[in-house]
C-alpha cells in the first residue's frame, strides 16, 4: 500500500515525524504482513495500530485486556475525527442498546478501530457478527498476557488464534512492552505467527534512576519522608495486597499528602475518578495494586515506588516503566525483604505444579536483581536479552555507590566444571547445593554426589556461589536455557574459560540483614533527656495538685518519656506523642509544651529533625464504631458480641480511647450493672491513689470487688477527670 506516512501521522496525530520503528511497523502491516511489536512503555505502541487502522478497509479488531484502557484510547481517537463512531469498544460494560449502536456503526463501515476485551472477542454472537465484517487486521496488544511466563497471564488471551481463524484471516500485529525470549517465543507460537516481522526496541531507559532499600519497620516514615522532599511531584506506589493499599493511602492521607487508592476491588466509579484526579492533579499520589497503570498515559510521574518486591521482573519493570515517559525524572525505589519473597512463594501452594514452578523461577530472578551489587540497569537489561555496553549506568545505586569487588576466577570453575559434570541439565540451587557437598536427596537420587566435581566448593565462602553464577551469566560463560526455563548451559566462552581460567572479577551481593525488619521500635530513633524527663514529672505533679488530681490522669509516663525524647513544641507535634488525643492536648499541653520549648532554648538543643508520622492504627475504624455505639448507649456486652471479641478485649480498647483524651460516658452500663456504693467506693480510691494500677487497686480494695468493675469504673474516672 503506498501512502505517505508522515503526512497522514500530521493530519490525524499532529506529529511531524515518528518515533523509533514505528514508520517500518505500520508499512509491514500495510503491506499485509504479520508484526511482532516489543516497545517499552512510552515507546508509542498504540500509534502502530491506530494510524493503519485509519489508512486501510474495514475495521481493525484490537483485543485489550483492560476497560479502562478501551475507554481512554477510544476517547482519544473520537477526538481527532471529525465524525463519530470512529472508535468503539465492545466489553461486558455495555448495555443492548449500546451493543447494538456499535454493530450499527461497524456495519456502515464508520468504525475503523473496534476494541475488544479476549472474553468478548470468544463469545458466539460476537464471532458470527465479525464473520460478515471486512477485517483489515487484528492487533493484540499487552500480548503478554497470553505467556504463562508473563506477569499477567491470562488463560483466555490463549483462545485469541482459534477465534481469529473462526472469524477470518486477516494480518496480526502483537504488542507487548516487556517479554523475554522465553515469552517472546510463546506469544509468536499461540497466535501461528511464527514468521512474523520482529521490531525490538531498546529496553534501556537512561532517564530513570534503579534503587532497592531495605525494607525495614520504618518503610512508612521513608516513604513519607521521601514524598514531603518530593513535594508536588506525581508518584505511584504499588504495594502486593488490597488491604495494604488502604493502609498506606490512609496513613499518607493521615500526614496530609493528596494520596488515593486504587485497586481491582473498588467499585468502577471510584477507580475511575481516582483516575481522573491522578491525571488532573488533583491528587499527587496513588497507592495501588498492579491493576492500575496499564495504558494510564501521564507523561511526568516522577517517582515509583514498591511498598513490596513484585513477583517477576517483567512486572517490575513494566510498572517502573510508568515514570518518566517524558524523558524527564524517574525515580524507581523498591524496597526488598526476604520474607516477603517466602510470603510470595507460600502464594503459589496448592496450584498446578508446573504453574508452581514457573511463579518460584521468576521470584528468584526478582530475588537476584534485588541481592546483586551489579548495575541494576545492565541486570534488567540482561534479563530481557539485551547486553548493556557500560560497566556503570551511573544511574542505580549500586553504580553511585560501588561495592569493591573480590577475585572469583576459581569460583567461576568450580561453577563450569560443575555445570558440565552434571550435563547442563540443572538449574542454579542444584548445582549451587552439588558444589557445596550438600548430599540432598535429589542429588543422591541422581547419584550425583559419587562424582569427582561434587562438593569441590564446600571449603570456599558459601556467600559466593549466588553472586558468580549470576555475573557469569551477565559476562557470557554461562546461559539460561529458555525452553526449560532455568537449566544452566555453558557457553563457548564458558568451555574456552575451562581450558584457559583468567582472572573473572566480581561484586558481592548485599547483604539484607533480616533483623533489621523486625527492629524499629518506637521509630524515634533518638535518646531521652533525662533532665527534661524529671522536669516534666514535676509539672505534671503541679498540674495534677492543681486539678485535685492523681498524676497519670494528666499524662501517662510513656506519654512524659516521648516528650522528652522528641521535644514537641507545638500542639499539633504534641498530638504525635503516644497517649495524647486532641482533647488532652488542648486541656494540659500549654504548660508542657512552654517547659519543653525553654529547656530547647536554654541548653541550644536541636530537636530531632526525624519525621513523626501520623499512623492510622489499623483498629481506627473498630475504635469509631466503639465511640459511636457507646455515645448510643448499647450495652458493651453487645457492643462486644456485635464486634466479634471478648468483653475484655472492648474494655482495652475503651481504656486506650479515654487514655488519649476522648471523654466516653458509660455511665447507663455501670447503672445497670454495678451497685452505686461499690461505684463510688472505686471512683474515691483512684482520686486517692497515686497509681491507675488494676493489681495496686485489687489489692487495696479486698477482695470485695471484681477485675471487671475495678476497670469499668477507672473508664468512668478517667474520663470524667482527665478528659
Not at 461486558?92 to 475488544?116: C, E, F, H, P, W
Request: aromatic residues 8%; charged residues 30%.
Amino acid at each position: 500500500m503506498n501512502v505517505n506516512l508522515t503526512e497522514n501521522l500530521k493530519h490525524y496525530f499532529g506529529f511531524d515525524k515518528f518515533k523509533g520503528d514505528q514508520e517500518e511497523i505500520i508499512r509491514n502491516l500495510l503491506d499485509g504482513k504479520d508484526v511482532f511489536v516489543l516497545m517499552p512503555t512510552g515507546g508509542g505502541k498504540s500509534l502502530c495500530y491506530q494510524l493503519p487502522s485509519l489508512l486501510m478497509e474495514g475495521t481493525a479488531i484490537v483485543i485489550s485486556p483492560l476497560i479502562a484502557l478501551m475507554k481512554n484510547q477510544v476517547d482519544v481517537v473520537n477526538g481527532m475525527s471529525e465524525e463519530s463512531g470512529v472508535a468503539h469498544y465492545l466489553n461486558s460494560s455495555l448495555n443492548k442498546a449500546s451493543i447494538q449502536q456499535v454493530m450499527d456503526d461497524v456495519r456502515q463501515g464508520k468504525t475503523k478501530l473496534l476494541y475488544v476485551a479476549p472474553e468478548s472477542l470468544n463469545k458466539e454472537e460476537n464471532v458470527e457478527f465479525l464473520r460478515t465484517v471486512k477485517i483489515s487486521f487484528y492487533a493484540i496488544d499487552e500480548a503478554h498476557c497470553i505467556s504463562e511466563w508473563g506477569h499477567d497471564f491470562r488463560p483466555e488471551y490463549r483462545n485469541i488464534r482459534p477465534t481469529i481463524n473462526a472469524i477470518g484471516a486477516a494480518p496480526v500485529i502483537a504488542l507487548t512492552a516487556t517479554a523475554t525470549d522465553k515469552v517472546r517465543t510463546d506469544i509468536k507460537k499461540n497466535l501461528g505467527i511464527l514468521d512474523a516481522v520482529e521490531f525490538k526496541s531498546s529496553f534501556n531507559r537512561p532517564n530513570l534512576y534503579y534503587e532497592v532499600r531495605q525494607k525495614t519497620k520504618e518503610i512508612d516514615k521513608q516513604i513519607i519522608r521521601y514524598i514531603k522532599q518530593n513535594a508536588g511531584k506525581s508518584g505511584i506506589i504499588y504495594c502486593l495486597s488490597r488491604k495494604k493499599v488502604e493502609e498506606l493511602a490512609a496513613v499518607l492521607q493521615a500526614n496530609d499528602i493528596k494520596a488515593a487508592a486504587y485497586h481491582a476491588g473498588l467499585d468502577s466509579v471510584t477507580r475511575s475518578q481516582t483516575q481522573d484526579d491522578f491525571l488532573m492533579e488533583r491528587i499527587d499520589i496513588i497507592v495501588a495494586t498492579i491493576a492500575f497503570g496499564m495504558g494510564i498515559d501521564k507523561p511526568d510521574v516522577r517517582f515509583v515506588i514498591h511498598y513490596d518486591i513484585p513477583k517477576s521482573l517483567e512486572g517490575y519493570y513494566q510498572e517502573t516503566g510508568r515514570a518518566g515517559r517524558d524523558g524527564g525524572e524517574g525515580v524507581c525505589i523498591a524496597f526488598y525483604a526476604y520474607k516477603d519473597l517466602q510470603k510470595l512463594e507460600k502464594f503459589t501452594e496448592g496450584k498446578p505444579v508446573a504453574e508452581q514452578d514457573i511463579g518460584r523461577q521468576l521470584l528468584q530472578e526478582t530475588a537476584a536483581y534485588a541481592e546483586s551489587s551489579v548495575c541494576r540497569r545492565k541486570m534488567l537489561l540482561h534479563y530481557f536479552g539485551e547486553e548493556y555496553p557500560h560497566d556503570n549506568c551511573e544511574n542505580c545505586d549500586n553504580c553511585l555507590h560501588p561495592h569493591s569487588r573480590r577475585e572469583a576466577g576459581e569460583a567461576l570453575l568450580v561453577v563450569l566444571n560443575a555445570v558440565q559434570a552434571l550435563k547442563e541439565n540443572f538449574r542454579q540451587d542444584y548445582v549451587i547445593d552439588f558444589i557445596k557437598g550438600r548430599g540432598t536427596d535429589d542429588i543422591v537420587s541422581h547419584k550425583h554426589d559419587q562424582l569427582d566435581e561434587f562438593g569441590e566448593g564446600e571449603d570456599m565462602d558459601a556467600k559466593l556461589w549466588n553472586p558468580v553464577i549470576r555475573q557469569a551469566l551477565i559476562a557470557g560463560y554461562l546461559k539460561k536455557d529458555v525452553e526449560n526455563y532455568g537449566l544452566l548451559k555453558l557457553t563457548p566462552d564458558g568451555r574456552r574459560f575451562i581450558k584457559a581460567p583468567a582472572s573473572f572479577m566480581i561484586v558481592e551481593d548485599v547483604e539484607f540483614n533480616e533483623d533489621d525488619e523486625e527492629d524499629g521500635g518506637d521509630g524515634t530513633g533518638a535518646a531521652l533527656d533525662p533532665v527534661l524527663l524529671s522536669m516534666l514529672k514535676d509539672l505534671r505533679k503541679q498540674v495534677a495538685k492543681k486539678h485535685a488530681l492523681p498524676p497519670y490522669v494528666i499524662f501517662q509516663d510513656v506519654s512524659l518519656e516521648q516528650m522528652a525524647t522528641m521535644y514537641p513544641v507545638t500542639t499539633e507535634e504534641l498530638q504525635q506523642i503516644q497517649g495524647v488525643g486532641a482533647g488532652k492536648a488542648r486541656r494540659y499541653g500549654s504548660e508542657f509544651l512552654r517547659l519543653i520549648k525553654a529547656h530547647c532554648e536554654e541548653n541550644e538543643i536541636e530537636r530531632p529533625q526525624e519525621l513523626r508520622v501520623r499512623t492510622v492504627a489499623k483498629k481506627s475504624i473498630l475504635k469509631v464504631k466503639i465511640i459511636q455505639s457507646i455515645d448510643r448507649q448499647i450495652a458493651l456486652d453487645d457492643i462486644a458480641n456485635a464486634q466479634g471479641i471478648p468483653l475484655e478485649d472492648l474494655l482495652t480498647e475503651i481504656e486506650a480511647i479515654v487514655y488519649s483524651g476522648t471523654r466516653l460516658n458509660i455511665d447507663y452500663y455501670l447503672d445497670e450493672t454495678i451497685d452505686d456504693d461499690r461505684i463510688d467506693d472505686i471512683y474515691e480510691y483512684f482520686r486517692e491513689s497515686d497509681t491507675d494500677n488494676i493489681d495496686a487497686a485489687l489489692d487495696e480494695l479486698g477482695g470485695d470487688y471484681t477485675e471487671e468493675e475495678i476497670r469499668l469504673v477507672r473508664i468512668k474516672f478517667l474520663s470524667e477527670q482527665a478528659n
